[in-house]
């Protein structure tokens, strides 16, 4: 699977990247995450079932989105958010969160905010390629 993120995850992650060296709890959670594209990574295709670790989250509206989980960790529930545009690509991690932190209002909120993230993605991905075809 060729992967792609949208420039907010891009952000969160590099500041997690920073904070992982100094802070324990940021280390683990960045380890899952880095776990969690390497098994996107492996992917052949777009899934077309729930596994253990790879659901289709229900809440999403607009777009079919997928969130990837880990095995059980005390304390600790990151949930990264993928839409696959296509049989071959992955917009990974709309946004990654620590679900343990944020409770019920992760499941509340999850599929109005990766839609969004969709949608500018998208619009993103077109105006880049509006901006090489016209230096072309």
Do not use: C
């Not at 995850?9 to 380890?31: H, I, K, M, N």
């Not at 594209?37 to 989105?65: C, F, I, M, N, W």
């Not at 209002?105 to 090489?132: C, L, M, P, W």
Request: proline content about 4%; charged content about 25%; glycine content about 6%.
């Amino acid at each position: 699977m060729l992967i792609d993120w949208t420039a907010e995850f891009e952000s969160w992650f590099d500041a997690l990247e920073d904070r992982a060296g100094t802070d324990p709890g940021a280390g683990q959670v960045y380890r899952l995450v880095l776990r969690q594209l390497e098994y996107l990574a492996g992917l052949t295709a777009t899934p077309s079932q729930d596994t253990v670790t790879l659901k289709r989250v229900r809440q999403s509206r607009t777009h079919t989105v997928w969130r990837l989980a880990h095995p059980y960790r005390p304390g600790i529930a990151v949930r990264t958010i993928v839409w696959f545009p296509d049989e071959v690509h992955a917009v990974v991690a709309l946004f990654a969160n620590d679900k343990a932190q944020m409770g019920d209002v992760f499941y509340s909120t999850v599929g109005s905010r990766a839609d969004q993230a969709i949608d500018r993605y998208r619009r993103e991905v077109a105006e880049t390629h509006e901006k090489n075809q016209e230096e072309l």
